[in-house]
Structure formats: structure tokens, C-alpha cells
């Protein structure tokens, strides 16, 4: 007798701890905020740049891409297509650092609402992407152009 006593003492104690856990509520905006470490653009795209994992985490999804098709009759047009995160060409920018090596610049500028373009080109040629981002609360690449023909 003082054996099931003892199993049903246990069964008590252990049955608790496998009641399904109770959902986690969404994250608050200043939780994101934290979660993203918010910093100054400059920081933050001198790391975009260079670091392909962190380009997946702070690219939307689907990304927005504007290019032109040349094959377009009577002339080429520009054409836009939300492209999954999934289908994305890693990395999506190249590294600013590299950039003279291959004859290329790069500015950047503020945008309307508060979005940042970087700009990256071939002097005297029509090689010119630009990358747009928006912090959201986050910085978040959302749309790059791309202005080559």
C-alpha cells in the first residue's frame, strides 16, 4: 500500500509540469527596439555590407526589386517584382569596402519618410543600384532599383 501511495505522490508532482505551456505574448514595439540594437545608419550598413548572414535578418520579406527589361518592344521599361526572401541572390549588396577594387562608388543619402538610399554605381557607365531602407522600428532593406540597362 505504501508503494502506490509513493507512484501516486509522483504522478502528482510530475503531471503539472506537462500542462502545455500558456502561449508567449507578442513582443512590444520597445522589445523589438532592444531585440534590434538600434544604431546610427552609418554603423549599420558598414555591417550590412559586409556580413551576408545579417543582410537575410534585416531584409524584408518579399523584397521589392525594380529593374528594367531590355527585351521590352519598342524600348526597354521598368518593371517591379516582390521577390521572396527565399529566392534572394546572397549576398543582395555588395561590400562598400570592396567597392574601388572593381571601379565602383558608392554614396548614401536620406530619403523622403525618413529612408536611406545607398547608391552604388560605375562612373560613366549605367551600372547604378540603389538600395533603400527603412527602420521600421528596425533598419530593414525594402526595395533595391536597379537602373542598369
Known amino acids: 500500500m505504501h508503494v502506490h501511495y509513493l507512484i501516486i505522490a509522483s504522478l502528482a508532482l510530475a503531471l503539472p509540469a506537462c500542462a502545455p505551456a500558456t502561449p508567449s505574448a507578442p513582443l512590444d514595439t520597445a522589445t523589438e527596439v532592444a531585440i534590434c540594437t538600434v544604431e546610427p545608419f552609418d554603423r549599420f550598413i558598414e555591417r550590412f555590407s559586409r556580413d551576408t548572414a545579417f543582410q537575410r535578418r534585416t531584409t524584408s520579406d518579399p523584397l521589392i526589386v525594380e529593374r528594367y527589361d531590355t527585351a521590352a518592344e519598342p524600348e526597354p521599361r521598368r ?5 521572396a526572401l527565399a529566392d534572394v541572390a546572397w549576398p543582395v549588396m555588395p561590400s562598400l569596402e570592396r567597392l574601388a577594387d572593381s ?6 543619402a536620406s530619403g523622403a519618410d525618413g ?17 533603400v531602407f527603412r527602420q521600421t522600428p528596425c533598419w530593414q532593406l525594402q526595395r533595391v532599383i536597379d537602373e542598369s540597362i
Open 79 to 83: 518593371v517591379e517584382s516582390n521577390v
Open 115 to 131: 529612408r536611406m538610399d545607398v547608391v552604388i554605381r560605375t562612373p560613366d557607365t549605367s551600372d547604378q543600384q540603389i538600395y
Open 103 to 108: 571601379g565602383r562608388t558608392h554614396t548614401v
